[in-house]
């Protein structure tokens, strides 16, 4: 195995939000985190990024802890938050140009990911002026440019029409075959086809689900 988690802690006040959380991955899998809104889902996925702080736990890579290893934590992972974690008043360009040169980013418009989530269409857009699909589809490509053998996304699909979205799944299968490995917060059914494994997070506790394609059965589980 060659990513653990293991009794991941989070409490806010007296509300425990995660309690025991544990699971192990392997290259090439896409584990699915499934759950009602206010679950947890996301701030499960944040202390993985190490945008939070768990109050105990580890988050185990080539047995490594990547919760307390900041810089090895930056070099194998990616993260797409749900929310908007672009500057505001930057363009997409100066956006892109904070995490890569302009020469990788000229590939990757050329034939990469970048030209694929259609990105050189508002290179020039102030962040503020975007719509929320052109915000999710840049955020997916700062994230995902430099390769990161490990993927936080956090409903990655929202905001996104019918046609990126399947470039998304597209990327991610592909991602997956080379060997990357995902950590998915979806809603998305068709994203639930790239899962290896669910799991549902509920009440703070993980507990792992078979998704067998009856939306009315998963419904009712959550």
Known sequence: MEIELTGLYKSYKRKQVLDKVSLTANPGDCVGILGGNGCGKSTLLSILAGVQKADAG?????????LRNGKLRSEVLGYVPQGNPLMEELNAW???????????IRRELEGGVLEMLGIGAFLKTPVHKMSGGMKKRLSIGCAVMANPKILLLDEPSAAL???????????LAGYKAQGGTIFLATHDIQELELCDQCYI????RLMPYSYDGDIHRLAGEL
């Open 58 to 66: 580890s988050f185990l890579y080539q047995r490594e802890d990547l």
């Open 94 to 104: 100066d956006n892109l140009r904070l995490w890569y040169d302009g020469g990788a």
């Open 161 to 171: 029409d019918i046609v990126c979205k399947e470039h998304i799944y597209q990327y």
């Open 201 to 204: 997070l509920k009440e703070g």
